[in-house]
């Protein structure tokens, strides 16, 4: 394809994507306050799954009449606003198979059957990490909450507005998920040759430390229970990660011919022969030496042009 071609196939993917993103949104800013029914299955409004964390907490620690769970809005375009917002967050995800199967579409043709393998498989293990890391965040998201609120209850009462509210649970569920990367990025280095295994076997205890410090700083709220269970979960996926660069070093170290890790000046040993050699190539010592043009005597007169 001309560079011509490539930009029109490229906004081309662009339109197809930012349609899906489109019907995502729109998706998403409808069941923001709609719930699903089917058949016996129920799936709740997103902003009443959202919302469950807060609701959870006692009612001492919400502001409004008991047995409500609502948040405040404290500008006429704020409800508006929140509900496009989070509408939007949703359609990106809900939109996922859309516009990343437009950049697969896009950047397959250059690629060669093994990379479009292993590009295949990094996106999809990215993918997981990232849901795993969200789901992790959602279901910490309540203890976090809790200790957040009840400090100071005796003297000061809490009124969160729904911009606050949902743009922390937001915080948290992305910083958790980008987070769960870490290990990927990982193996990733030792895939190329960039980290070895040898290298950090021995510095796990600095890795540890490493990882509750950015928990610590990482955590939107800073309670002890997302840094806790963000450090925790890293380290559990470091040392997977970790592992796998073990074996893959290994497979690799079985692979690779010993001649390779020799010294430049260092020889290789003796050179055996490939096989015997045949009696018919070995030279006549017994024999007069041909003459010289014998070779060219010897030849039909047709072989002349070849010669030339």
Same mark, same amino acid.
């Given at each position: 394809?001309?560079?011509v071609?490539?930009?029109?196939e490229?906004?081309s993917?662009?339109?197809?994507? =930012? ?5 995502? $949104? ?10 699903? $029914? ?6 709740? @409004? ?9 609701c &959870?907490?006692?009612?001492?620690s ?14 006429? #375009? ?6 496009? !917002?989070?509408g939007?967050?949703?359609?990106? %995800? ?25 590009? =295949? &498989? ?5 993918? $997981?990490? #990232? ?7 959602? #279901? ?6 809790? +200790? ?30 980008v987070? +769960?990367?870490?290990?990927? #990025?990982?193996?990733m =280095?030792?895939?190329?040759?960039? =980290? !070895? ?19 610590? +700083? *990482? ?7 997302s ?9 559990? *996926? %470091? ?10 070093? !290994? ?7 010993d ?16 096989g015997? %050699? ?7 010592? $017994?024999?007069?030496?041909? @003459? ?5 005597? @010897? ?7 070849? %010669?030339?």
């Amino acid at each position: 394809m001309t560079i011509v071609e490539h930009i029109q196939e490229l906004r081309s993917r662009i339109i197809k994507a =930012l349609l899906g993103l489109l019907l995502g $949104t729109i998706v998403g800013y409808i069941w923001y306050q709609n719930g699903l $029914t089917l058949g016996r299955l129920r799936i709740p @409004a997103l902003g009443e799954i959202l919302l469950r964390p807060y609701c &959870a907490l006692p009612e001492s620690s919400r502001l409004g009449p008991p047995g409500e769970c609502r948040l405040l809005a404290t500008s006429p #375009f704020e409800m508006f606003l929140l509900r496009l !917002k989070v509408g939007a967050l949703a359609g990106v %995800v809900l939109s996922s198979p859309v516009w990343l199967g437009q950049l697969w579409a896009f950047i397959t043709p250059g690629l060669v059957r093994r990379e479009r393998r292993v590009t =295949l &498989a990094v996106v999809s293990a990215a993918v $997981t990490l #990232f849901v795993l890391g969200a789901v992790l965040a959602y #279901f910490v998201l309540t203890y976090g909450l809790s +200790f957040l609120m009840m400090i100071g209850e005796e003297v000061q009462t809490t009124a969160l507005t729904g911009r606050e509210y949902f743009g922390f649970v937001v915080g948290l569920i992305v910083v958790f998920g980008v987070s +769960f990367e870490l290990p990927l #990025f990982i193996v990733m =280095l030792n895939a190329v040759g960039v =980290l !070895k295994y040898d290298a950090i076997k021995d510095k796990r205890r600095a890795i540890i430390l490493l990882l509750f410090i950015f928990a610590a +700083f *990482m955590t939107p709220g800073q309670d002890p229970a997302s840094m806790v269970a963000m450090a925790l979960s890293l380290c559990l *996926m %470091v040392e997977i990660a970790l592992q796998i660069c073990r074996l893959n070093d !290994k497979r690799r170290a079985k692979a690779r011919p010993d001649w390779l890790d020799l010294d430049d000046e260092q020889g290789s040993g003796p050179v055996t022969a490939s096989g015997p %050699v045949r009696a018919s190539a070995r030279p006549d010592a $017994t024999a007069p030496p041909a @003459a010289p043009g014998a070779a060219l005597d @010897a030849r039909p007169a047709g072989d002349f042009d070849d %010669v030339l």
